[in-house]
């Protein structure tokens, strides 16, 4: 029994230092109970509380080392760095379910406005396949930050240097050429359906689960052509490792200036992930404001133009709130088109 | 330059104090963060990056690897001392890991894990330093088929997991495989026996599963028995503590082995520590003189997995540094952060930005050796633990599997399911059939499925693009050949017996 | 175990065939590879004969060799009961209390059903982890915890 007696000191010890833990932790607690006034009418006489209050949680629906995490982790750095928001952001990976977890997390804080997300493509794929509960009527539109498109990218040596010569061989001889992509209802399998049904040719998708296996297996020459996001592959074009033969978006790319596009090319097709911030719906107007007001001043800052923006080779565009509102549903709206026909 | 002039270069960089010191603190946050059960490299590396803010980037990433590094040390603390693996890598180290500590001999077991980790992961620099890029293009030309088989290499180590009845090892293995099978389809990008669940999209991770099934089963086996529990009391003379001669001489192609096939499965992206670590157990056993007492307390079944998993973390910096490609969750973090950092992994990295690479190989080595001195040092604490009274032991774990498995995802979810898992452990425990074929084949299944219909889907339904190809036909060669053997052996035993 | 090997035997072939039918309602190929139905199926089948095996040695086996004694006893189950009924009271406790303060309390509930008898222990475990876990999870790695009403 002896050993119990010996646990019990040690305990009170630790009790100790609780206590002075307690009163050093008390105080964002009473932070918070003012914050939850926050969105209801401030009482009379009472001083408006300013937005924000305590740290704001960030919520990547995705796993850390993903576009969606370095997005939001990028943001999160450049507004401390600059100190563009009074309180830190506080970045929460809520992995699940192709983002639908965290974004049903993100949902289910209506009205609070300490809760942002970031907005991929699967913000839009995944209501419509079924897969999540909540849909961007669910959130409330904050700021678009930039276009993230895809190449078409082969392996140095490949015998292919143009799309044309691509789809000619794969005309000719109908499966011939496979493509690497990740899974099923991802952007790559969306444009390589869409090339298909433009050109009218017919490839072999073979998926992966990320897109640093996609390009592992391009480069180790097990797929003949992948789609990536031009910054994920930048690397392996300075060193010559790979080639890019055409670009999804509608112009060329600054980045790129000697690559065509696929319309240039002669098919029709064009394809760009919106990524930007979103908050729960309901949340007080001003908080909107506050955070838009933030983002646009990040957006502008030289860190965010060379540290994310040319790094990962994407088109800065800021959009205000009812713009990216509108560009949300415009998106929406595509991907209901393209899954409609592919389900046909 | 030489490699040598390179190295010396890259101690200037990392001997600085500012990176001594990060490297220290990365070590023992991995140290920690290895151990606490659920929560991982990868996770660990996610929620410490802000910690790197302001710092330079190979200051940064010197940290960060640490913690990377760190963790494969610490997970197998916990594998040992109370049946619960600290991180996925650590999930074998629990299979003679735990007998050795009812045993009374913690102290060997803590010890040749920091030893065979150290030493595997020094030579796994040394293999880094000089052989990265040829290695490199090893990694790329494993595709599809060649994954397809290495995931059946993997599978026939589960014959030496099996335990007391093969049939029922045999039954544990299927479940797992049915597990694996939840989720996301990744060919047609719909769900699969996920029941409308959202969490179950992504299927079932194996941390939730690892931790009831070996954790929380343990936990409610104990509990049940009136006695305390049977541990022998460990002799906790500094001496006794450390692995002896005979452990050693035991242990020394153990770990070499565990060393080059740890390197070599980590340096392939998808695959990892955790396969190089079962892959390395399975080997060490089918080799072994003694295969019966592998399960039983076994030192050579700590130093093969351990050895696998160190190295296997410095492998995966191949496809990282030289390719820019990420092999594995936690490598896909470190990605992310020095993007941030406005450095890009990939082929060039070596030319542009040698400070970062040399200072990095430094700093590995440098943060080997503190991780063996800080481990030998609070080796006698650790074994300690284990003689706290079994009922705040026990809660005491139960409460830190909890917590770590919501800070797995950031989600409840886990921690249902973690003790879901655990009931059915328990249950497993009692009716006699064995957790690690479970684990093993939750682990391999999902590659296994992949990688099969990604290969035939290559070959348009041609099963022989398995065989055809020189990497993928010898593995399956050496996969036949392993599962074969046993039964060679023993016919060979007959005719010999009917000649004498 | 007789008993209990064969009652398991039973639920196994039941869930094998839940899965071959299923596998069989998924695509069990899609242009010309394995669809999503062909991993189930095959599990299934392998299952379920598996299954049978299990049930078959019972039956095959001297009654001599199978002892009847059944691992599952009674006053076990009351320990598990308790054990596992205290843990998922304290997980759903985590909206209220937040998950540092519930697991303290789960803390000190194991430690009393698990067999310590000293109340100092109870109250020191329901103090310790809440103190351990707000230092070392939230104020030092910084995980992002369920708050509770106290804001932590």
């Known amino acids: 029994m002896k050993r119990y007696r010996i646990w019990a000191v040690l305990l009170v010890v630790i009790l100790m230092g609780a206590v002075v833990a307690g009163c050093g932790g008390s105080q964002p607690s009473a932070g918070e109970e003012t914050a939850k006034e926050e969105g209801k009418e401030p009482a009379e006489g009472e001083p408006k509380s300013q937005y924000p209050e305590r740290p704001i949680e960030f919520v990547v629906p995705f796993g850390a080392g993903g576009g969606s995490d370095i997005l939001a982790r990028s943001i999160a750095k450049v507004i401390q760095d600059h100190n563009l928001i009074d309180q830190p952001l506080m970045v929460v990976n809520k992995p699940g379910g192709s983002g639908s977890v965290g974004y049903s997390y993100l949902a289910e804080k209506k009205g609070d406005p300490y809760y942002i997300g970031t907005v991929s493509s699967s913000f839009y794929t995944a209501p419509l396949l079924g897969k999540s509960p909540v849909s961007y009527r669910d959130f409330t539109p904050v700021a678009g930050l930039a276009m993230d498109t895809y190449g078409l990218f082969v392996r140095s040596d490949s015998r292919f240097d143009s799309l044309q010569e691509i789809l000619d061989e794969v005309k000719a001889n109908p499966k011939s050429i496979s493509v690497g992509g990740t899974s099923g209802t991802s952007d790559d399998a969306v444009l390589t359906f869409l090339l298909e049904e433009k050109a009218g040719v017919d490839f072999t998708y073979v998926p992966f689960e990320s897109g640093g296996e996609v390009m592992t297996a391009l480069l180790g020459g097990h797929v003949d052509i992948s789609w990536a996001n031009p910054g994920e592959a930048l690397s392996q074009i300075e060193a010559g490792k790979a080639r890019v033969l055409a670009v999804a978006s509608k112009e060329r790319l600054p980045s790129l200036p000697d690559v065509p596009t696929l319309i240039e090319e002669g098919v029709d097709v064009s394809l760009a992930q919106f990524r930007g911030v979103v908050m729960p719906k309901d949340v007080p107007e001003d908080a909107v404001k506050y955070m838009e007001e933030a983002l646009r001043k990040m957006s502008e800052t030289e860190d965010w133009k060379t540290g994310y923006i040319e790094k990962n080779m994407i088109t800065a565009r800021f959009l205000n709130s009812e713009e990216f509102g509108k560009a949300i549903v415009e998106l929406s709206n595509m991907y209901e088109q393209v899954f409609a026909e592919l389900s046909k | 330059m030489g490699t040598f002039e390179n190295l010396l270069y890259g101690f200037s960089v990392a001997l600085s104090v500012t990176n001594v010191l990060y490297c220290l603190l990365g070590v023992v946050l991995g140290t920690i963060i290895g151990a606490l059960p659920g929560l991982g490299p990868s996770a660990g590396l996610a929620i410490l990056l802000p910690l790197t803010f302001g710092s330079n980037p190979t200051t940064s990433i010197i940290m960060l690897a640490g913690i990377y590094y760190g963790a494969m040390y610490g997970g197998a603390i916990t594998s040992i001392l109370i049946n619960t693996p600290g991180d996925s890598a650590a999930v074998m180290t629990t299979l003679d890991g735990y007998p050795m500590a009812q045993q009374g001999r913690a102290g060997p077991a803590m010890g040749m894990n920091v030893f065979a980790s150290f030493i595997a992961g020094t030579i796994g620099i040394l293999i880094f330093m000089y052989l990265a890029p040829p290695l490199a293009k090893v990694a790329l030309s494993f595709g599809p088929p060649e994954y397809f088989a290495l995931m059946v290499l993997g599978l026939t180590t589960l014959a030496g997991l099996t335990g007391e009845s093969p049939l029922k090892g045999f039954i544990s293995a299927v479940v797992g495989l049915i597990f694996a099978i939840v989720g996301v389809d990744l060919v047609t990008g719909l769900p699969r026996f996920s029941f409308g669940v959202m969490e179950l999209y992504s299927g079932i991770d194996f941390i939730p599963v690892a931790m009831g099934v070996f954790g929380i089963a343990e936990i409610l086996v104990t509990a049940e028995r009136e006695v305390r529990i049977q541990m022998a009391k460990a002799d906790l003379r500094f001496r006794k503590l450390l692995p002896s001669l005979a452990d050693w001489m035991a242990c020394r192609w153990p770990i070499i082995q565990g060393t080059i096939t740890g390197f070599f499965i980590g340096m392939l992206p998808g695959a990892g520590a955790t396969i190089a670590s079962f892959i390395s157990y399975g080997i060490a056993k089918s080799t072994s003189k003694e295969p019966q007492r592998f399960g039983r307390g076994a030192i050579e079944g700590i130093a093969a997995p351990e050895a696998a998993n160190n190295s296997a973390a410095v492998g995966a910096f191949v496809p990282l540094l030289t390719l820019g490609v990420p092999g594995s969750a936690s490598t896909a973090v470190l990605m992310g952060a020095l993007m941030m950092f406005g450095l890009r992994p990939g082929p060039l990295l070596f030319e542009r930005n040698p400070e970062f690479v040399w200072g990095l190989i430094a700093s590995m080595y440098i943060g080997n050796a503190i991780l063996v001195l800080v481990m030998l040092l609070f080796v006698p604490v650790f074994v300690r633990a284990v003689q706290v009274p079994r009922p705040i032991l026990s809660s005491v774990v139960m409460v830190f599997i909890l917590a770590g498995a919501y800070s797995l995802n950031n989600n409840m979810f886990d921690v249902w399911l973690t003790l879901l898992f655990g009931i059915l452990g328990y249950f497993m425990k009692k009716l006699k059939y064995p957790g690690a074929p479970l684990i093993l084949a939750l682990v391999l299944g999902q590659l296994l499925e992949n990688s099969l219909r990604q290969s035939l889907i290559l070959s348009l339904g041609d099963p022989r693009i398995f065989f055809t190809r020189p990497i993928s036909g010898t593995i399956m060669a050496i996969a036949i050949g392993a599962t074969l053997y046993p039964v060679i052996k023993s016919v060979l035993k007959v005719l010999r017996s009917r000649t004498a | ?152």
């Not at chain 3, 004694?69 to 006053?75: E, I, M």
């Open chain 3, 1 to 152: 175990m007789r008993t209990v090997d064969r009652a398991t035997g039973v639920l196994l072939l039941l869930v094998s065939v839940y899965l071959v039918v299923s596998g069989l309602e998924l695509e069990y190929t899609l242009e010309d590879a394995p669809g999503p139905g062909f991993l189930p199926f095959w599990a299934g089948v392998i299952l379920g004969l598996s299954a049978i095996f299990l049930v078959a040695g019972t039956l095959v086996q001297p009654k001599k060799k199978m002892k009847e004694d059944n691992p599952l006893t009674g006053r076990g189950m009351a320990v598990i009961i308790s054990v596992l009924g205290a843990s998922v009271m304290a997980v759903l406790l985590t909206r209220i209390l937040g998950l540092v303060l519930s697991m303290g309390l789960l803390a000190a509930m194991l430690v009393r059903i698990l067999g310590s008898r000293s109340w100092l222990t109870v109250g020191g475990m329901a103090l310790a982890i809440p103190v351990v876990f707000y230092l070392l999870f939230i104020k030092w790695l910084g995980v992002p915890f369920p708050k509770g009403f106290l804001g932590f």
